[in-house]
């Protein structure tokens, strides 16, 4: 499943993000390129760290997945802080759109959600037309 998709060279954002990365923010000063932060958060803000954040790029549509994750090693260390990226196909990107909606299901404050569900649910059907194609 670790497909290494090819970046799009003609995007001014997607050129600069690599297929996966992985950074230790906590202890070192690697970052992921600055363009992750210009990709469009479609959903996963709330969801656990397992699901990742669902993002897009707003230029040419190729989505990510955005991992940020803290391991406190059980309290007894510092701990990392684990922030990553990947690219994904569009049906990995429905995928990811259905687990986040899942999980919204389960809150206790659905309605907080709405913006969000909103979201997914419209990204999910854009891959659905687009995924066919
Ligand atoms: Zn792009």
């Known amino acids: 499943m670790n497909n290494v998709l090819p970046n799009n060279p003609k995007c001014d954002i997607c050129q600069h993000i690599p297929s996966h990365a992985e950074v230790e923010i906590l202890h070192t000063s690697e970052r992921l390129p600055k363009e992750v932060d210009q990709l469009e ?29 803290h391991d406190s090693e059980s309290g007894t260390g510092y701990g990392y ?28 404050r659905k309605e907080a959600y709405k913006e969000e569900t909103d979201r997914l649910v419209k990204e999910r059907e854009a891959i659905e037309v687009y995924g066919q194609a």
């Open 81 to 108: 802080t684990d922030e990553g990226i990947e690219r994904i196909l569009p049906d990995q990107a429905l995928e990811c759109v259905d687990a986040n909606l899942k999980q919204i299901q389960t809150f206790k």
């Open 41 to 69: 958060i479609i959903g996963g803000n709330h969801a656990d760290s397992t699901l990742g954040q669902l993002r897009k790029c707003p230029k040419c549509g190729t989505y990510y997945l955005w991992f940020h994750d």
